[in-house]
């Protein structure tokens, strides 16, 4: 969660793609690693937590984007 939050304000506030785009990629791996683990427990939790992810996913290439072409 702190990671998260901690992007949105180092992405617009401190107007720092990269370190923004470092901070996502951090937490794409937290997200991933957070459904792996709860996959072999509760396939249904992680069934919900999935569109996250991929929005995750699409907020990080658009990131990418961004810092590219600024």
Known sequence: ?????SWSIVFF???S??????I?????GLVY??????RKKDRW???CFLPYF???ILASYLNLYV????
């Not at 969660?1 to 939050?5: E, L, R, S, Y």
């Not at 996502?24 to 794409?28: C, H, M, P, Q, R």
């Not at 810092?67 to 600024?70: D, G, K, P, S, Y």
Request: glycine share 2%.
């Open 13 to 15: 506030y401190l107007t």
């Open 17 to 22: 793609p990269w370190w923004g785009l470092l």
């Open 67 to 70: 810092c590219l072409n600024n």
């Open 1 to 5: 969660m702190a990671f998260n939050f």
């Open 24 to 28: 996502i990629l951090l937490l794409d």
């Open 33 to 38: 690693a957070f459904l792996d683990s709860v």
């Open 45 to 47: 939790a992680a069934i």
């Open 54 to 56: 991929i929005w995750l």
